[in-house]
C-alpha cells in the first residue's frame, strides 16, 4: 500500500515509530554487535529485562530451556554490546525528523517483532506535517531505508505495523481473512 494511502487511513494517529537493528545473527559466531553505538549499560540491562519478563510471562511449558539460555547469555554478554561506541543514536535521525523524537529506546522488541538475539533502537516520533513531509518521500512502507518497521499510534495503542524486510503490514493480515 502507498505510504499516502496509509497516512491518510490513519490520519488521526499522533505518534509514530521506526526501528534500527543494532545486532546481527552469525550462525558460526551466534551474536554479534555492530559496535559503533554508544549504547548505555542501563539501556542493554533494561533490554535484557524487557525480553526476561516477556518469556516468564508466557505459560511454564513455553519456557524453553533454548530461551532461558539465551537470556542468560546475554546479560553475560553485556560487554559484547557495550563497545564504547562513538556514534550517539541520536546520530541516526534524519535531519527532518530531529525536532519530531519523541524519546528512543534499545529492545529486543519492535513493533513488528520479538527478536530474541537482535537488539534493536527504537525511535518514537510526533506524527505531524514536518514527520509526514518525511514518511511521504517514500512510495511504501516497505521503501523505508535504514529506519524500517513503521509503526503507527493512536494514544499510544497500536493502530498499524509493518515489517520492512519482510515485505507484510497489518492491513495485509486484515485483507487476507
Same mark, same amino acid.
Given at each position: ?5 496509509? &497516512? ?7 505518534? %509514530? ?35 526476561? *519478563?516477556?518469556?516468564?510471562? *508466557?505459560? +511454564? @511449558? ?10 542468560? *547469555? ?11 561506541? /562513538? ?21 529486543? %522488541?519492535? @513493533? ?19 514527520? /509526514?513531509?518525511?514518511?511521504?518521500? %517514500?512510495?511504501?512502507? %516497505?521503501?523505508?531505508?535504514?529506519? #524500517? #518497521?513503521?509503526?503507527?499510534? /493512536?494514544?499510544? /495503542? &497500536? ?8 515485505? +507484510? ?9
Amino acid at each position: 500500500m502507498e505510504m499516502k494511502e496509509i &497516512l491518510n487511513r490513519f490520519s488521526d494517529c499522533d505518534t %509514530f515509530s521506526l526501528s534500527l537493528g543494532i545486532s546481527r545473527h552469525n550462525k558460526k559466531n551466534g551474536i554479534l554487535p555492530i559496535p559503533e553505538y554508544n549504547i548505555s549499560r542501563e539501556e542493554y540491562k533494561n533490554a535484557v529485562e524487557e525480553l526476561r *519478563k516477556h518469556i516468564e510471562s *508466557k505459560p +511454564y @511449558n513455553c519456557n524453553t530451556d533454548m530461551e532461558i539460555g539465551l537470556i542468560n *547469555k546475554l546479560a553475560m554478554r553485556e560487554s559484547l554490546f557495550l563497545p564504547n561506541g /562513538k556514534k550517539d543514536p541520536k546520530e541516526e535521525i534524519p535531519e527532518e525528523l530531529k525536532e519530531s523524537l519523541i524519546r528512543y529506546e534499545v529492545s529486543f %522488541f519492535n @513493533n513488528a517483532s520479538i527478536c530474541y538475539d537482535l537488539l534493536s533502537i527504537n525511535y518514537y516520533f510526533k506524527l505531524n506535517e514536518e514527520s /509526514k513531509k518525511y514518511l511521504l518521500k %517514500f512510495k511504501t512502507d %516497505f521503501d523505508l531505508d535504514y529506519l #524500517d #518497521d513503521l509503526a503507527l499510534y /493512536k494514544n499510544d /495503542k &497500536l493502530m498499524f505495523s509493518s515489517n520492512t524486510h519482510e515485505e +507484510y503490514n497489518s492491513l495485509e493480515e486484515y485483507s487476507s481473512n
